[in-house]
């Protein structure tokens, strides 16, 4: 038997076109004489569609599309995945369902029974857990049909509590006593560049605990500040990865139950280098947010620096460098270097740039505030002031253009707040808000593998915001090295203070570093959306009081 | 037997406060000679906690103070509210539990059965359910201790779906096989203007369903934007409310178990009126913010309209005059009524106000941005940068005064995106931002309920953003009445647009204001916390994806 497994990129609550996307990979499969096609999660509405999910005539859109690609299954069997509505009086509305469908009818269903809960996840807050378990007889085969989480029950947690198993039941427990002879897994996860190995180990864990082979579907594509890397895998029953479909690609690919079953592997190469994958991730995300939303081109404030730089690389590349503008935004603190290194990216990449000399503004505000601040000393206020002055105009820029302000604040700085509200934390995506700086290098060196894009003065110069004379970061942040290891252990791994260490880091330090983050949390709850590739981002997988005294 | 009920206003993680708090009042209840004193939900960490639960370090901080106020529990006992570890090796790390404390130590405790994952609330992204039910017997008498939403099985709810019950599993059936005498109910449960009633009707029907007198404990004050309204309950078993604690205040009240059993109900005055309790609420909703964020002082932009006349007074009434001022900043634009509504206001209030025109700085934008422009007719984009030069200043203000800028969007507005983002929509809360402009009038009219505070042609006028020459809010709106009708429905109610209806209501205008709501989701997204008054807030209490096609 051939089975089809479909990597698609859905867009949420774009009925028509999820259906074309999924009816035209049904035809694909007819084609190639497979006899099953599989697809992701949640794959009708698009995922996630949050609280679309509360509305009842998104759900009836849902019901309507299910119906128009089961009348596309003829002579086929396509395994989607939608939300259903919870028949039982009691219980939460809808369940997240896979549902088998054949010859405009759906011959089977199955409901996720482990509904994750955490981090970004909300799916407790619509889903009712499915309680009952079964096999969808097909062809002679029994399938095992769970929905991504189903098989996760047993995954190791990035804190301290020492807790064996997030849940109390496992469905594959339940499924295994009617002898399965293939799990097939849907799945809309999304990516994490610390994930990549534990995720193929959960799928190799389970069919090798099993000796049952596993076809795990996932999605690609982003949608808002969620990036999916695809990686969809077919898994032996012996816990090999026969085939690994592409990272961050839609594809659509067919194989055989025999090949499957029978398969020889020469365990090739293993994931791709993280920071390979980083980029393509944030590529992706900018891609994917621009197309979703109608919008074509992009504008960002170029400093020189190597954030904005790294930046103008990656919008450049997602959306093609004629849709992408610059502006530099000079001011009496600037270096000369700042404006030529600029001028050279742009001129590298082949990017339309404007320079503004913010001078002109800020004195107009310097003057209108000069009796409301007479003889107070010049802080920080009229640093957020230059800052803002670059906002006002690049929103200009964008509102007259109908382009969307790119926000290139990385995570670094987003965790200690080193950044202005309404300046340079603006914008309508941060395309690197969840890249800690010292990773933001590692990716500019990828850019540069080649040749050189970034002016190397640009990547080797001591980072800077250029808001008064001669400041360099490090005035007021430890070392970038020093801090990101602080920030990953008390952001992604949620060590308390005492716990963190390693190389240079010293209590002073992770308390300070603590503070900072801490006493920021009303900044990050204005930020733009990020574009997620860690396992915490900020944004809302973390969920922090405003007004905590902690 | 004298019970004591103690509504107070807690911090989230501020341990020593709460415990200080919580002391302090069983050191009351025991000098008015009470056996037992019951707290409200979460009382020791301060609720809601949100992510902080994920921090081990933080859940000892919780048990450390838990045996604190063990300690202090010498000849009474104390029902209070914590998270406590899970032990099981399989489920979620923690229950929300009630604690009864008894001579330094912990001798009953009960766990959420029904955990609330809806609206504002994840928490079965924190808990595992509890699943046993028992009896705390006490000096002859059996309590059955519940937490919050555990009585609220049976709610209805805002939506089309047609469900009867939200839960499996009815807490109250369970207990009642023991025959309990008293039930206790600790909870936080956050106000919102329409449904005082129903909560109310929540704990009358329990009651008189199992014939059992209900003791509910809410607590009072706000955290983020949160605000609870107290108003904690004492219900007879005949379900009639035997005594109410007072709305928005901390109260610790002592009841003898003979009253509540023999209670004559001379059935009082229904709930204080609606907008009277909405006023209170944000009253109280500022005062907490920046009590416990440690600020004093607060600055907005005066415009002459009656959204930030409003913010106004109700931030004067929270803060005190001495402790707020005013920028007013006309423009062009701007009519001559603006400046002299917004003096007289300030003057009546006693608030101290200056006032920059915003002339010098927009010349300064127009003749940068010519040389980009050249050619573009005026459009939104100079409308921008007159809100967003407002924001400049009133930042500058914020951070050389350190005083917090105090945003003043109303509701209807910020659902169909009319403001700009880092303009007139900065801010470090939203005061107004749930209140819709029908309501904001009703609450003018009440401040001014017995002489006039906001000028009458404030009032009267119609509303206008004044960023273009003779602009009114009714040239790209419909008439307010009509918009929020639309809004409620759509957003509270949830209604699909062919079943919104009301007078003056038509097909075109419900497409128009749906497409603006959805439309606008990405300027929400960067919004201020906004104080929650209503069933349906925007910010964390409802997420939509921002690229969904719908």
């Given at each position: 038997m051939k089975i089809t497994v479909a990597q698609l990129n859905y867009h949420i609550g774009n009925f028509d076109g999820n259906r074309d996307l999924i009816c035209s990979a049904i035809r694909k499969a007819k084609s190639e004489g497979s006899e099953l096609i599989v697809f992701s999660e949640l794959c009708v509405p698009g995922y996630p569609p949050l609280d679309l999910l509360d509305r009842l005539d998104f759900i009836e859109k849902c019901n309507r599309t299910v119906e128009e690609i089961s009348n596309e299954c003829k002579g086929i069997v396509a395994i989607v995945g939608s939300p259903t509505v919870n028949k039982n009086p009691q219980g939460k509305k809808l369940f997240n369902s896979a549902l088998v469908l054949s010859e405009g009818r759906i011959i089977f269903s199955a409901n996720k029974a482990l509904l994750p809960t955490y981090d970004i996840f909300d799916e407790y807050r619509y889903f009712e857990p499915g309680k009952s378990f079964s096999i969808f007889p097909f062809k002679g085969l029994k399938l095992a049909v769970t929905i991504c989480e189903?098989?996760?029950?047993e995954q190791s947690f990035d804190n301290e509590f020492e807790k064996k198993r997030l849940y109390t039941l496992s469905p594959m427990e339940e499924l295994v006593k009617y002898d399965p002879d293939i799990i097939i897994n849907i799945s809309a996860s999304p990516f994490s560049y610390s994930k990549i190995d534990s995720k193929a180990d959960i799928f190799k864990a389970k069919a090798a605990k099993y000796d049952i082979p596993v076809i795990n579907v996932n999605q690609t594509g982003a949608n808002s500040e969620l990036i999916f890397d695809g990686a969809s895998m077919i898994v032996s029953s012996k816990g090999e990865i026969i085939r690994r479909l592409p990272f961050f690609e839609e594809s659509v690919e067919t194989i055989s139950s025999e090949e499957i079953s029978d398969a020889v592997i020469s365990?090739?190469?293993?994931?791709?280098d993280h920071i390979e994958l980083i980029y393509k991730a944030l590529v992706t995300g900018i891609r994917d947010y621009f197309a979703k939303t109608n919008f074509k081109s992009a504008i960002l404030g170029l400093s020189g620096g190597i954030d904005s730089s790294l930046c103008l690389c990656l919008a450049a590349e997602a959306?093609?460098?004629?849709?992408v503008r610059a502006l530099l935004m000079p001011s009496r603190y600037s270096s000369e270097h700042s404006v030529k290194d600029a001028v050279a990216l742009a001129e590298n990449l082949g990017i339309h740039y404007d320079i503004i000399n913010i001078e002109k503004p800020f004195r107009a505000f310097e003057e209108d505030l000069e009796p409301l601040f007479k003889g107070r000393r010049p802080d920080v206020t009229e640093e957020n002031i230059q800052a803002r002055i670059r906002a006002v105009l690049l929103m200009a820029v964008s509102n007259k253009s109908g382009s969307i302000l790119l926000n290139t604040s990385n995570k670094s700085e987003a965790a200690v707040g080193y950044g202005t509200l309404y300046g340079d934390m603006a914008g309508g995506l941060a395309v690197l808000g969840d890249v800690y700086k010292t990773d933001i290098y590692r990716l500019a060196d990828y850019v540069n593998r080649d040749r050189e894009i970034i002016p190397l003065n640009t990547i080797r110069k001591p980072p800077s915001a250029?808001?008064?004379?001669?400041?360099?970061?490090t005035d007021s942040l430890p070392e970038y090295k020093i801090l990101d290891s602080i920030l990953y252990q008390y952001i992604e791994l949620q060590k308390p203070a005492e716990r963190i260490s390693g190389e240079g880091i010293d209590a002073a330090a992770i308390e300070k570093v603590i503070r900072m983050i801490n006493s920021n949390e009303y900044k990050r709850y204005q930020a733009p959306p990020i574009l997620r590739i860690s396992s915490k981002s900020f944004g809302p997988g973390r969920r922090m009081p405003l007004v905590a005294k902690y």
């Open positions: 189903d098989l996760w029950d365990e090739g190469k293993g994931s791709p959306l093609g460098n004629t849709n250029e808001l008064r004379p001669d400041q360099i970061d």
